[in-house]
């Protein structure tokens, strides 16, 4: 196992990572994401993506991870300087000297012996990953607020149809503004060389060498190249040990009989993405509809076929008023159905920006952060909750915490607000919904705004 002796992150740092370089993220030569429609990769989710050399794939397929750019980070890291695109990590670390940033968090998963390869060979050489995410193309059949069209097709017919969202002065990288061409370059029905290269790989190496491999999309299970995969790992059984997961909206055109018979002896962990109740719901996942998608995770937790299924909450802003609800409707679930069936990640949103908790004036935040506090007061002690779980739910109230996470500059805050005010106008209209019915609570201050 990667750690010995219940060390302490710092205790791994130094003993795995420091003795390397300065700068050594195992991520780098182990794990990538992989977006095929627009032939562009990352080492991680935090790096901006870069493009695939597509003329290099005919003849290696590993260059879908192995990019000239990435080689030459990896021998910047072996020289211990920093890569540019690792930004973030660099601005943890800088905060503190004794600070832990992802990069350990994204080492650790690896075995010492492979850490050590990765750091001792030449930089020029292709390396097989280990974890791997990937998304075949952008079809998507929602249109969630905190998305934008790089990823949902439905996304694309609200840009073409309505134009640009207007006068969102914080939209820096214009999500909103344009329909995202570049990240769907073949048409539907024309030969993607990156997904064929994929493919290619795959068949070679990468079903030896992957421990997970996770899809996602758009919306994976409206895309044939993900029943291809799965058919694969049924037409293969046992060729494999990769660990497959699967992102899904489980939304109410997604194939569920079909999904039940193509996993049908293979090990699938399913992700779907929620993190609030009924119409709350529908106005944040545009397109979901709140019974359906419970009746499909209530389908897929009674056919018992699935290894794991996992709830991912966006913490947005608007999705605080019925959190607390949601984590019932799902420790319900696992009342139901055994406490390690079913269980919820809170990943807080950043971007937009706009739409994040911390635009909330702080009367309204502490009103949700009470809320969650009093529903971790009444489960802190439940059997059907997880550490990890319980851990989650802390860290986001101390996250609401006013005092702790204070919004500093106000003219900031000013601008944020406005453009939240401006962009959920605009999608009421484009989208036939009502802010202000949906979310009683809020509007008085969205009307004031
Ligand atoms: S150094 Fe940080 S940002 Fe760069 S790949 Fe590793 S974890 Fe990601």
């Known amino acids: 196992m990667p750690r010995i002796n219940n060390e302490t992150d710092q205790e791994y740092k130094r003993r795995v990572i420091d003795i390397k370089s300065e700068s050594f993220c195992g991520a780098k030569w182990y794990n990538a994401t992989i977006w095929l429609g627009s032939g562009q990769t990352t080492s991680c989710h935090h790096p901006l993506p870069h493009a695939i050399d597509v003329t290099e794939l005919a003849q290696n397929p590993k260059a879908l991870h192995n990019t000239q750019r990435k080689k030459l980070e990896r021998e910047q890291m072996q020289d211990g300087e920093r890569p540019s695109g690792c930004e973030y990590c660099w601005k943890i670390e800088d905060i503190g000297r004794d600070n832990i940033s992802d990069r350990v968090y994204k080492s650790v998963i690896y075995s010492d012996e492979d850490l050590e390869l990765a750091y001792r060979r030449p930089s020029s050489d292709d390396v097989d990953l280990q974890t791997l995410e990937i998304a075949f193309d952008r079809t998507c059949q929602f249109a969630c607020s905190y998305c934008n069209p790089a990823f ?246 101390d996250y609401l915490d006013v005092v702790k996470t204070p919004h500093t500059d106000a003219a900031e805050l000013a601008v944020l607000q406005q453009d939240f005010k401006q962009f959920y106008t605009q999608y009421d209209q484009r989208r036939d919904k009502n802010f202000t019915e949906t979310f009683p609570t809020l509007a008085n201050w969205y009307n004031a705004i």
């Open 152 to 397: 949902s097709t439905t996304w694309v017919k609200d840009i073409s149809k309505n134009g640009p969202y207007a006068k969102l002065a914080s939209d820096g990288r214009n999500h909103f503004t344009h329909t995202h061409d570049s990240s769907q370059l073949y048409k539907f029905g024309v030969v993607n060389p990156y997904v064929e290269a994929f493919h290619r790989w795959w068949e070679s190496d990468l079903h030896r060498t992957l421990k997970e491999l996770r899809i996602t999309g758009g919306e994976p299970l409206m895309s044939a190249e993900t029943w291809r995969l799965i058919e694969w790992f049924k037409t293969n059984k046992g060729k494999s040990t990769t660990r497959l997961a699967i992102n899904s909206n489980l939304g109410t055109d997604v194939d569920i009989s079909r999904l039940l018979d193509a996993v049908d002896g293979v090990e699938v962990d399913l992700y779907t993405s929620n993190e609030s109740m009924s119409l709350q719901a529908e106005y944040i996942r545009d397109g979901l509809v709140f019974d359906d998608w419970a009746n499909n995770v209530e389908r897929l937790l009674d056919s018992g076929k699935f290894r794991g299924m996992h709830v991912m909450c966006t913490i947005n802003a608007l999705c605080l008023d019925s959190l607390s609800s949601l984590l019932e409707c799902i420790q319900q679930w696992k009342v139901e159905y055994g406490k390690d069936a079913i269980n919820f990640s809170l990943n807080i949103l950043r971007f937009p920006s706009f739409q994040s908790p911390l635009v909330l004036p702080d009367d309204i935040r502490k009103h949700y952060q009470a809320d969650l506090q009093s529903w971790y007061d009444a489960n802190t002690t439940s059997p059907f909750l997880h550490k990890f779980e319980l851990d989650q739910l802390q860290r986001l109230i």
